[in-house]
C-alpha cells in the first residue's frame, strides 16, 4: 500500500497568472492537492488558499498532487457551467511536458490504452480492457543522456493517464513514486509531469485564449 505523507509547499503560496471577473489561472506547484481529501490534514490545497482571497472560487477540474501547472477556476456559477462543459466535452486543450526514463524509439504517436481501478491498491490505476477508454498524444520534444522530455497531449481525462500510458510504453515519468521503479524515483526530487498549457473559449466573450507556464525541466 501507497503511504500519502501529505507535505504541501509554502513557495510559491499562491501562484496567480490571470484573473478576470470570471475565471482566475493558478500555477499549481508540485505537491499540493487540488482540493482536499477526507483527511483534516489535507485542508491545505489549491482551492482552499484561493477561496481565502477569493471566496467565490470554484473548483473546475485536478491535477494530481504531484503533477504542477496551470489550472482555472471559475468565480461565477455561469462561470463554471460553461468550462466544466467544455472539460465534458473535451474541447478544453491540455498540454503535458513530461522527462521519462530511458530513451524513446518512436518519436511520436499515441497510447489508447483503456484504465480502470486496480482494485488490490487504490487509487492505482491499471491497463484494463473493460475499463474506460483512454487516449494520449505524444512526441518527443527532447533526447538526453539518459531521459526523454516529452509533450503529452490527454483526449480524455482519465485518472493517472498520463502516469500508467508512459509506464505501458515502458517509459515511466520521472519521480513517479506511484508507478515508477526505485531507479525512477530516484530520478527527480519530484514528479516531472507538469501542465504546461490549457486552451479554453472564455465563458463571458467566448473568445480562444491559452494559458501557459514553461515547464522546469
Not at 489535507?42 to 484561493?50: E, F, G, K, V, Y
Request: hydrophobic residues 35%.
Amino acid at each position: 500500500m501507497h503511504i500519502f505523507t501529505y507535505q504541501p509547499p509554502s513557495i510559491p503560496w499562491l501562484d496567480i497568472r490571470y484573473k478576470d471577473r470570471d475565471i482566475i489561472v493558478i500555477n499549481k506547484p508540485s505537491g499540493l492537492l487540488s482540493n482536499p481529501g477526507r483527511s483534516p490534514d489535507t485542508h491545505d490545497t489549491a482551492i482552499t488558499r484561493l477561496q481565502q482571497r477569493y471566496p467565490e472560487a470554484i473548483l473546475i477540474h485536478r491535477l494530481d498532487c504531484d503533477t504542477s501547472g496551470i489550472m482555472i477556476f471559475a468565480r461565477t456559477k455561469k462561470a463554471e457551467s460553461h468550462l466544466k462543459t467544455q472539460f465534458q466535452n473535451r474541447q478544453a486543450k491540455k498540454v503535458y511536458i513530461a522527462e521519462v526514463q530511458g530513451h524513446m524509439q518512436t518519436l511520436a504517436g499515441k497510447v489508447n490504452f483503456a484504465l480502470g481501478p486496480n482494485p488490490d491498491t487504490p487509487p492505482f490505476q491499471m491497463l484494463s480492457e473493460t475499463g474506460k477508454a483512454a487516449l494520449t498524444y505524444y512526441k518527443v520534444l527532447e533526447q538526453r543522456p539518459q531521459t526523454t522530455l516529452m509533450e503529452l497531449k490527454p483526449h480524455t481525462g482519465r485518472t493517472h493517464q498520463l502516469r500508467v500510458h508512459m509506464l505501458a510504453l515502458g517509459h515511466p515519468i520521472l519521480g513517479d513514486e506511484f508507478y515508477g521503479d526505485t531507479e525512477t524515483i530516484q530520478a527527480s526530487h519530484r514528479l516531472n509531469l507538469h501542465a504546461q498549457s490549457l486552451t479554453i473559449s472564455h465563458p463571458y466573450t467566448q473568445v480562444e485564449m491559452t494559458f501557459f507556464s514553461q515547464h522546469p525541466f
